[in-house]
Structures are given as C-alpha cells and as structure tokens.
C-alpha cells in the first residue's frame, strides 16, 4: 500500500506562485510515473503535468511555460511548481502515483493523494 501527502496548497493573487509537494511513502519498490491532477467545481479531474521514472514529462496545454513538475527523493517525492497563476487555475489538485509496486514482481497499481486546495483571486 502507498500514501501520498500534500503540501503547499493556498489562495494566492493571481500572477503569484506556489509550490505542491507530494511525498510517496509505504511499502515502494519502484514508481512508474507521478503526476498531478486538478479539479474545478462542476468539472472533471484532468492532468495537469506527469513526469516518468526516466525523467520525461507531459503538461497539459494549459499550464506549459508556467508549470513545472520534478521529481527526487530516489522517486518518491514530486514537486510542482506553479508560475504565473491564473484565477482559472483554480482547484483541488491530487497527487497520484502509477504503476507502483511493492516488490519487483507486485503487481502495479495506482494510487491518489486526497488533495489540496489552490485558490487564486483576481
């Protein structure tokens, strides 16, 4: 089993920063892929950024050149960085993790962190 923690959520002016953590922790052999996801009152959850256990990275259209993703802590540990926000980036954001495995022949699976607020005001 996996938990994932976050941190770093708040309200913030619009053109501010903030910086989410999420920390992995548990019974972790490896972690394919952590990635973060937001979601709006009255919308689905989608992809904000994802970065792989070899260093790639996928953000959605909507954050590239203000968002950045990394990650360390032998994988376990996941940062978002969040420039330039927007009123529009408002949202809860989920860490999630997948493709985890307890052991090298476990099966993979994905897990959610429970989240946390991102307010910005105009």
């Known amino acids: 089993q996996v938990q994932l923690v976050e941190s770093g959520g708040g309200l913030v002016q619009a053109g501010g920063s903030l910086r989410l953590s999420c920390v992995a922790s548990?019974?972790?052999?490896?972690?394919?892929?952590m990635g973060w996801f937001r979601q709006a009152p009255g919308k689905q959850r989608e992809l904000v950024a994802a970065?792989?256990?070899?260093?790639?990275?996928n953000y959605a259209d909507s954050v590239k050149g203000r968002f950045t993703i990394s990650r360390f802590n032998a994988g376990n540990t996941v940062y978002l960085q969040m420039n330039s926000l927007k009123p529009e980036d408002t949202a809860v954001y989920y860490c999630?993790?997948?493709?985890?495995?307890?052991?090298?022949?476990?099966?993979?699976?994905?897990?959610w962190g429970r989240g946390t607020q991102v307010t910005v005001s105009s």
């Open positions: 999630n993790a997948a493709g985890a495995r307890a052991q090298a022949m476990s099966p993979a699976a994905d897990y």
């Open positions: 970065i792989t256990v070899d260093g790639g990275t």
């Open positions: 548990g019974r972790i052999f490896s972690i394919n892929a």
